[in-house]
């Protein structure tokens, strides 16, 4: 405990980094990435008695409303004067102080933003102990964490290759992206990656894009191809709609925009109106709210899978540890690697193999940040 009394917030530093963008990646709401356009990140450094921790925010206005200008300056001018001078090691007070910040809105206010905070400051506490994550939680149940392939290709040639990239890098598990277009031409595209991986882990993603009726046909048409989840097809506030579909739906219904926060999923669960809960580190306000989420959702009874906000090895590595601290044992969309170069990570780093996710062992996160990279790649998001 002495080793973590003395630290004291010192500083939170802010860098919007310009990252080599992969591949082209789309959801129903819009373009997440661009190929050949770089993939902007926040990332936030936290220094307290001499040790530093670091986190990353994932600005996506298509699938959320914060943006890379706003997360910034929601950090330098909210976020970071409210806990400076605070102790590093008081996680419930920093979530306490945020939400005085920037208050909520209908469930929680800014959550990238503040995940990104929070996550650093887990890094910084694991780093001053010299233990990763899990260990600070005395929670770790998992090793490894296996990964699914994003499909986003919409025409059946797309798909066939899509998946056999995925299949030749060793993945067993693919997650489609739906509500880009009719049902029937969806589900043409969900039918393809089936036909190209006839024994893969399938579940498909909506992010909002259908009506309650729509969302019924589609999930009578998915049961022919196996799909093990139907996530999100309806808007993340209609609660009502999201009842009635899962007492009908013949796939099981998993929530991911809806559970913004830990209060949400109980909401859910009061109203028996929910199958699965994603965790998402970033959707939810970092690791201290997410804890809190999978907890009540294991002690619910509520099914967990895992997501990701294409994040750069930061938040994939902060996502592996919630999901290993949780054992969540299905494929989870971690899907940063397919996308984007995380270029900051010059050392020690996340290990991916045949489509399985080595949960990082060393301090904190478990990844080596070089700031004089963060330094070059950095854009000034506010210059007009």
Avoid at 194 to 202: H, K, Q, V
Wanted: hydrophobic share 45%.
């Amino acid at each position: 405990m002495n080793a973590l009394a003395g630290l004291t917030i010192e500083a939170v530093d802010t860098y919007a980094v310009a990252l080599p963008t992969v591949r082209s990646f789309g959801v129903s709401g819009g373009s997440v990435a661009v190929a050949g356009t770089p993939s902007i990140r926040v990332l936030v450094k936290v220094t307290a008695g001499g040790v530093t921790g670091w986190g990353e925010a994932t600005p996506i206005p298509a699938w959320t409303y914060e943006t890379a200008e706003s997360i910034v300056t929601t950090i330098d001018r909210y976020l970071a004067p409210a806990i400076l001078g605070r102790p590093a090691w008081d996680l419930d007070g920093v979530t306490t102080a945020f939400d005085r910040a920037i208050n909520r809105g209908f469930t929680i206010g800014s959550p990238l933003a503040k995940s990104a905070v929070d996550v650093a400051l887990h890094d910084l506490l694991g780093r001053a102990l010299g233990v990763p994550v899990g260990m600070l939680w005395g929670q770790r149940r998992r090793e490894t964490i296996e990964l699914g392939w994003i499909v986003s290709g919409q025409t059946a040639d797309e798909v066939a290759e899509a998946v056999a990239e995925g299949r030749d890098l060793g993945y067993r598990a693919f997650k489609v992206k739906v509500g880009l277009h009719s049902e029937a031409e969806d589900a043409a595209v969900v039918r393809a990656v089936r036909e190209a991986a006839p024994d893969a882990a399938l579940w498909v993603d909506a992010n909002q894009g259908y009506t309650v009726d729509g969302a019924l046909r589609m999930a009578r048409r998915l049961t022919d191809y196996d799909v093990t989840a139907f996530e999100q097809p309806l808007p993340a506030n209609d609660v009502a709609g999201q009842r009635r579909l899962r007492e009908s739906s013949p796939i099981p219904v998993a929530l991911d925009e809806s559970l913004r926060h830990p209060s949400d999923l109980a909401t859910f669960v009061k109203l028996d109106a929910v199958d699965v809960a994603i965790a998402k580190v970033q959707r939810s306000g970092g690791l201290t709210l997410s804890r809190r989420l999978c907890a009540l959702a294991v002690d619910a009874g509520v099914r967990l899978m895992g997501s990701g906000l294409t994040d750069s090895d930061l938040g994939l590595a902060a996502s592996l540890h919630l999901f290993a601290a949780y054992g969540i044992d299905t494929p989870v969309d971690l899907n940063g690697r397919q996308f984007l170069t995380s270029s900051y990570a010059t050392g020690a780093t996340v290990e991916i193999k045949e489509g399985v996710a080595r949960v990082p062992a060393g301090p904190g996160l478990g990844v080596e940040v070089d700031e004089s990279v963060v330094r070059e790649l950095a854009v000034d998001v506010l210059a007009r």
